[in-house]
């Protein structure tokens, strides 16, 4: 189990559009101890990642102005604060194909939507801890 002054002090940007989605997730981490801080499209996305470090990065594979490739490209080229952060997709899509090209653009990991307390947790530590 995670320290709690471990877990107090862990940043992570969630970039994701749908409004359910950012509720149940924000408390999930939330309630493990996560700073979270939303971005809901993918030019927010960018300038909080080029304006604030971050521990950790959740990426919505699919938004209505780009997709999460395309965000994780912009990140890891413009975002000096964030171009080894750990990006991990969270994502309805199961297509290995759009998964290896997530990990080629700088995606470290990728998980199914929806994911539970136990999945964020484990992400979290795994790339944070």
Request: glycine residues 4%; proline residues 2%; charged residues 20%.
């Amino acid at each position: 189990m995670l320290n709690k002054l471990t877990a107090h002090t862990t940043n992570i940007l969630l970039v994701e559009d749908d409004r359910l989605l950012q509720k149940i997730n924000t408390n999930l981490l939330t309630s493990l101890g996560y700073n979270v801080k939303i971005a809901a499209n993918g030019k927010e996305a960018v300038n909080t990642a080029i304006n604030q470090h971050f521990d950790l990065i959740f990426m919505d594979m699919n938004l209505p102005d780009t997709n999460g490739i395309s965000i994780t490209k912009s990140i890891r080229c413009l975002s000096h604060k964030n171009k080894t952060t750990p990006i991990v997709a969270l994502t309805s899509v199961n297509r290995d194909s759009v998964m290896e090209e997530g990990l080629e653009a700088g995606l470290n990991d990728h998980r199914q939507k929806p994911a539970s307390l136990n999945e964020l947790r484990d992400v979290v530590e795994q790339w944070c801890h």
